[in-house]
């Protein structure tokens, strides 16, 4: 069965950073593009980043862009979003997921504050 577990959320301040990790299992990781979503309070979960199966091909949405990096390591099964800059309005519980395929992890907060 699929399982995606994230970790690395918190509390930063403003302008600080953080990495978030998600280990996948239950599918051939390498085989699927990955995906990093969000949901902040009152908001509807949007996705943030993507990076296809190989790693080549990356996107993200225009709020995160040049401040968000999304990569992975196919030995570890795992995807990773590197924050920086980061800004109060980036407080949201993030999940990642494969598009195609349909299971969520538990997510992890993060939350930016002074």
């Known amino acids: 069965q699929v399982q995606l577990v994230e970790s690395g959320g918190g509390l930063v301040q403003p302008g600080g950073s953080l990495r978030l990790s998600c280990v996948a299992s239950g599918f051939t990781f390498s085989n699927y593009g990955m995906s990093w979503y969000r949901q902040a309070p009152g908001k509807e979960r949007e996705m943030i980043a993507f990076i296809s199966s190989g790693g080549g091909r990356l996107s993200y949405v225009d709020s995160v862009k040049d401040r968000f990096t999304i990569s992975r390591d196919n030995a570890k099964n795992t995807v990773y979003l590197q924050m920086n800059s980061l800004k109060s309005e980036d407080t949201a519980v993030y999940y990642c997921?494969?598009?195609?395929?349909?299971?969520w992890g538990q997510g992890t907060q993060v939350t930016v504050s002074s």
């Open positions: 997921k494969a598009p195609s395929v349909e299971a």
